[in-house]
């Protein structure tokens, strides 16, 4: 079945929205909204996509903000679950891309468990995205063979954390760390002390694709520093391609200055 098929009735699409400019999602995700009776909306899916729905659909917000709105993961999938029963064509739309820190497996496997038919639209990620947005290539002939995406939510040393921070440190690629505004200072320190050159350029890009999107540089030593005031959702990217950044944050540039 290709990703334009028509949706059938009683089936969910896992559709990946982007990094939140309408714009940047998929043909087959925008087909997917258009044709859809639910749409259950996370709060980074791009949300002049829901433009494209039916007037007559039903528009449900899961938004589970850091700190802020909550609807647990159980109860989505339950949502997912209980319209597609009722004969509904659900449409779970996220931010990105589902599979990358989306849970989006969590929904496919709800919904398999239940019978009910999945389809997954995959989206364009925002790891990738998002530095692009800033000017930033993840790979660069010559300077970067290769890049780790990495989640920020729980600092390093955190028992929860399963990353190994000297590996990252010694991987010669790029780092792109997602959900990592608040542990940023925690996360070059730790970079730092496991041998990462402190000189390494480093970029935040917040809101990447909005009219408000924010780019401050700097190197691993001092990013976090430069960046303290900027707000979620942001991705940082450390290595040498981040020198190419664009930077538009007037705020810091002034400071520098
Ligand atoms: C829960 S993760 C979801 C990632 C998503 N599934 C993807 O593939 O892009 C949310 C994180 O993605 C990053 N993010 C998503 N959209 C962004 C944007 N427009 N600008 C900056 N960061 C963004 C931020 O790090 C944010 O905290």
Not at 5 to 20: F, H
Request: net charge negative.
């Amino acid at each position: 079945m290709g990703s334009l098929a028509p949706l059938l009735p009683g089936t969910v699409a896992l559709v990946g929205g982007g990094p939140g400019d309408a714009g940047l999602m998929t043909v087959a995700g925008r087909s997917a909204v258009e044709q859809a009776d639910v749409l259950l909306v996370d709060h980074l899916a791009p949300e002049e996509a829901l433009a494209w729905a039916r007037p007559d659909a039903l528009v449900v917000d899961v938004a589970k903000l850091p700190r802020g709105a909550f609807t647990p993961q159980e109860r989505i999938n339950d949502l997912l679950v209980e319209h597609a029963r009722r004969g509904r064509r659900v449409v779970r739309l996220k931010g990105g891309d589902g599979f990358v820190f989306g849970r989006g497996m969590e929904e496919v496997l709800a919904c398999t468990e239940a019978d009910v038919p999945v389809r997954v639209i995959p989206g364009v990620t925002s790891s990738v995205a998002v530095p692009a947005l800033g000017g930033i290539p993840v790979t660069h002939r010559g300077v970067v063979q290769g890049f780790s995406v990495i989640s920020g939510h729980v600092p390093p040393g955190h028992p929860a954390s399963t990353l190994d921070y000297g590996a990252l440190a010694r991987s010669g690629t790029t780092l792109i760390v997602l959900m990592g505004v608040a542990t940023l200072p925690a996360i070059t320190e730790a970079l730092m002390e496991n041998g990462l050159d402190p000189a390494t350029p480093a970029a935040v890009i917040a809101r990447g694709g909005h009219p408000d999107q924010q780019v401050v540089s700097g190197s691993v030593a001092d990013i976090a520093v430069r960046a303290a005031h900027v707000e979620p959702p942001a991705i940082t990217v450390i290595g040498e391609v981040a020198s190419f950044a664009a930077a538009t944050d007037t705020h810091v540039l002034e400071e520098v200055i």
